[in-house]
């Protein structure tokens, strides 16, 4: 089954203490990227990734990292967490570049609940 | 820059009636793709359609039909005799065909669907 897996899904952790977020997808795509979801303003893009070794800023990237060491993986690092990070973080991926190809919609992983006290 | 505003933030309406989700995008590219997905209470984003710049065909599926007009630069979900199961945020989405692989998401818009 075609499919992007997060984990974890939900996460309480303290101001500062660094965390990772995994993502992972089994349809070969080229192309990954994390989202945030709040209230009121949408998803918004933090980083993406297109292809193995290549990550760029999205709209949102400040108080994060990526890596895309492998095709199948891009992790989401918070390196010292702060409040404001708490949100809905959302995984997706992609296999083409022309958006208008067949199945080439942003497949998304479960989403994880991040809460920075 | 691109933007998407879905100007409903709340929906709620009785079970069988029709609703519409409004979306308007802005864009300065000439090619680009609408998409509208489904978040049920369960979080997931649940992809329903995309539609490209230059096919303005509306589209039904089931009880689901998209209007798309270029003329308005707007991207409307429609819904006919809704049903609880429908209650859900709707997203619609833009991205263009150049450059990041960008979604610009609108605000949501959150459907309740009553018994």
């Known amino acids: 089954e075609a499919q992007v897996t997060q984990n974890p899904r939900y996460l309480i952790t303290v101001t500062g203490k660094k965390l990772t977020v995994t993502c992972s997808q089994n349809?070969?795509?080229?192309?990954m990227s994390w989202y945030r979801q709040d209230p009121g303003l949408g998803l918004r893009q933090i980083y993406y990734?297109?292809?193995?070794?290549?990550?760029d800023k999205g709209d949102v990237p400040e108080g994060y990292k990526v890596s895309r060491k492998e095709k199948r993986n891009f992790p989401l690092i918070l390196e010292s967490p702060s409040p404001n990070q708490t949100s809905l973080y959302f995984c997706?991926?992609?296999?083409?570049?022309?958006?208008?190809?067949?199945?080439?919609?942003?497949?998304f992983g479960q989403g994880t609940r991040l809460t920075v006290v | 820059a691109q933007k998407v505003t879905q100007a409903q933030t709340e929906i709620s309406v009785v079970e069988k009636e029709d609703v519409t989700l409004d979306c308007v995008y802005e864009?300065?590219?000439?090619?680009?793709?609408l998409f509208w997905y489904k978040q049920p209470p369960s979080g997931e984003l649940v992809f329903l359609i995309r539609?490209?710049?230059?096919?303005?065909q509306n589209e039904i599926s089931g009880r689901y039909s998209w209007n798309f007009q270029k003329s308005t630069s707007s991207f409307n979900f429609t819904i006919t005799a809704s049903q609880v199961v429908d209650s859900a945020v709707y997203f619609c989405?833009?991205?263009?065909?150049?450059?990041?692989?960008?979604?610009?998401f609108g605000q949501g818009t959150r459907l309740t669907i009553n018994p």
């Open positions: 997706a991926s992609s296999s083409e570049s022309d958006p208008g190809a067949p199945d080439t919609e942003a497949f």
């Open positions: 349809m070969n795509h080229e192309y």
């Open positions: 990734s297109m292809n193995v070794e290549v990550t």
């Open positions: 864009t300065r590219d000439t090619t680009y793709y």
């Open positions: 539609r490209n710049s230059f096919d303005e």
């Open positions: 989405a833009l991205r263009v065909s150049q450059g990041a692989q960008k979604l610009v």
